[in-house]
């Protein structure tokens, strides 16, 4: 139950004296005729027609959240903003109806309340450009006051926010509030959709359909990660939220589709980080009769346009870096890219206990008993991945850790598999898939042998998927990427939950209790 601190109840208390004196607090209806932005492009247009001579007037209504008053007697001034801007309110109490005014002059109208105000665009002796209220509405009454940020510019330029509000997990946790202090942060949700709306927009130019898959589904695969599992009580079943749309999305291949794609919600159960949440968004294409080679076209072609869209060029900064997206990226095969920064080719140590006594030898950490593949994909990880600042493609995988792609033509131990790293982050998987079913079922039993109970890449086989194949699956390549780390490199975000509105988050009692054990309560 809400118990109202001292501000707060002082807030209350206005509310019921506006009510009392017969105006509505949270009125049903609204008129509103142009955004902030717009009121002052139309004034500015008008005075550019009038060259210097009394503009035609320029009606508006306008309404928006109050980020400033000043109120100096029978003259007020007010800044509302709305997701365009700000624009200036002068409200008069000669101008307008008196009683209104006086909840204006007696400070019942407070900062953070919506409002709607009516009126003639003018500019102040000061210059600025504003609307003389001459109707004025209160739209919604803010009971709670919005934290406030303030911020200090610094010798060498840089801006230090500092306040009640800078605590980033409170700012998480009350995403609302955050979203309506910090303009910064609404305009990386801007972005996020604008880069999501390209992405689109190349898919659709490449002749792809956008289609939607299930998100529960009796069985989960086409990645190596531990599902979230539910049940549906009237089937009697236990069902996965998904790990990965590929499966699903093949299958339309063999329904006689060019090329699908889907833009979604993935889930896995497994640890967070800074570029980890249990579920994120995803994209996935597969496209028929092209192969690896083509797939790293379209993302060259994808990435470019993402950062030209965003940025005017193909250029974005993140961290102290300038990441170059044009086009083309370098490629390395996996084998050249480890050998370049350990010294290894894991060529020369086939045997899994080999390779690993070789990376201890390097000093590298490794659990014991790994599969070959996976040591192999863990020097990627420690001493290649973080190197990879500017974008490029390593390519040519080891077959057992890759199930759904063909194998190169040069030796039977690698597939036609790359990943694309950018910023010392991989940001992107791809295969020429694999559509011989005959194949595809070795793999899934091949991988069920080496599967270990405490691994997180169980992969169950999926009979309808091996049936799908059997009626035939084009030669295609397939793409998948995680829209949410794309979306922190293009817009200089460093953890991913700042570019999810609702990040995932430990309970808040669990936070407490770690604060209180940290302060020796």
Do not use: C
């Amino acid at each position: 139950m809400w118990q109202p601190n001292r501000l707060e109840q002082e807030r209350l208390d206005k509310l019921n004296e506006i009510e009392s004196r017969g105006f509505e607090a949270y009125p049903a209806r609204i008129h509103r005729t142009h955004s902030a932005l717009e009121a002052i492009a139309a004034y500015e247009a008008a005075e550019q027609t009038a060259g210097g001579n009394e503009p035609a007037p320029v009606e508006v209504t306008v309404a928006g959240r109050i980020r400033r008053t000043n109120v100096k007697g029978k003259v007020s001034f007010m800044h509302i903003e709305d997701q365009s801007g700000r624009v200036q309110l002068f409200l008069r109490i000669n101008d307008m109806d008196e009683a209104t005014y006086k909840l204006v002059q007696e400070h019942l109208i407070d900062t953070d309340d919506f409002v709607q105000a009516a009126g003639t665009m003018m500019r102040t002796k000061a210059g600025e450009i504003s609307v003389r209220v001459n109707d004025f509405k209160l739209l919604a009454k803010s009971l709670s006051p919005l934290p406030v940020v303030k911020q200090q510019k610094l010798d060498d330029g840089t801006i230090r926010e500092f306040g009640e509000f800078t605590n980033v997990e409170t700012r998480y946790r009350q995403r609302y509030a955050d979203l309506a202090v910090n303009a910064n942060v609404r305009d990386t949700f801007v972005q996020r959709a604008q880069i999501i709306r390209v992405v689109r927009e190349v898919m659709d130019g490449e002749g792809l359909l956008e289609v939607e898959t299930p998100i529960l589904q009796p069985v989960y695969g086409g990645a190596a990660a531990r599902p979230f599992v539910t049940h549906h009580n009237q089937l009697k079943q236990d069902l996965f939220l998904r790990v990965s749309f590929e499966l699903y999305l093949k299958r339309l291949l063999v329904g006689g589709y060019r090329g699908v794609y889907e833009i979604g919600r993935d889930f896995r159960n497994e640890g967070v980080s800074f570029k980890h949440n249990p579920e994120f968004t995803m994209l996935e294409f597969y496209k028929a009769y092209i192969d690896y080679n083509g797939v790293m076209e379209i993302t060259e072609r994808m990435l470019e346009a993402v950062a030209i869209a965003i940025h005017g060029k193909p250029e974005a900064p993140f961290r102290e870096h300038i990441i170059n997206y044009a086009a083309p990226w370098p490629r390395l095969t996996m084998r050249e890219a480890i050998l370049k920064e350990t010294g290894i080719d894991y060529m020369e140590y086939r045997d899994a206990a080999a390779l690993e006594a070789k990376i201890r030898e390097i000093g590298g950490s490794v659990a014991p008993g790994q599969p070959w593949g996976k040591l192999v994909e863990h020097l990627l990880g420690e001493y290649v991945e973080k190197k990879l600042i500017q974008p490029t493609f390593i390519i040519d995988y080891p077959r057992d850790i890759s199930p759904f792609a063909k194998k190169v033509s040069y030796d039977d131990t690698h597939v036609e598999r790359f990943e694309f790293y950018i910023a010392g982050m991989e940001m992107g998987n791809a295969f020429t898939e694999l559509n011989d079913p005959r194949d595809q079922e070795a793999r899934f039993l091949e991988m069920a042998r080496t599967f270990r109970p405490d691994d997180d890449d169980a992969a169950p086989i999926d009979e309808d998927y091996l049936r799908a194949m059997r009626y035939g699956m084009p030669p295609n390549g397939g793409f998948g990427m995680g829209i949410d780390r794309l979306v922190m490199l293009i817009t200089d975000q460093h953890t991913i939950r700042d570019v999810l509105l609702y990040p995932h988050l430990r309970s808040l009692k669990e936070d407490e209790s770690e604060d209180a054990s940290a302060e020796g309560v």
